[in-house]
């Protein structure tokens, strides 16, 4: 091989390494879900980044379990568990479509006042929740 082209080569493959290194580590988070020791069948759970950089990212929490791609490092968590409680119509007119009404049924330090965190690590992180509401 010519030494122009080994040494493009040699270029080539340290721009490559140069550039894998950058940008956040990615991370996924998997885990459960439990209200009052029952899993929670149906919610959302949101990680939000403590330092204000980067968007929240949010997955479905189904059966209890969930999963979510982010970037390492601390978040806050919001699990919101909203139940419907009845409908009503989007609007006045005549055919309107009817709407779910919904309440959220856990308290607010779980979601709009959340007191719960998470050190996100790079890589694969599992993480349960065993959440307390009061029953109805």
Known sequence: MP?????FVLLGL???GL???CGPATATISGEVKVNGALLQKGVI???P???TGAPVTAEITNGKYEVKTTAGKKFVQ???PVVTGKRKESPAENAPMIEITTESLP???HSKTELTFDVQPGGNTKNWDLEAKKK
């Open 3 to 7: 030494w122009r082209a080994v040494l």
């Open 14 to 16: 340290s721009a490559a």
């Open 19 to 21: 550039l894998s290194g």
């Open 46 to 48: 949101s990680f939000v």
């Open 50 to 52: 403590a330092d204000n």
């Open 79 to 81: 699990i919101s568990a």
């Open 108 to 110: 607010a330090k779980y």
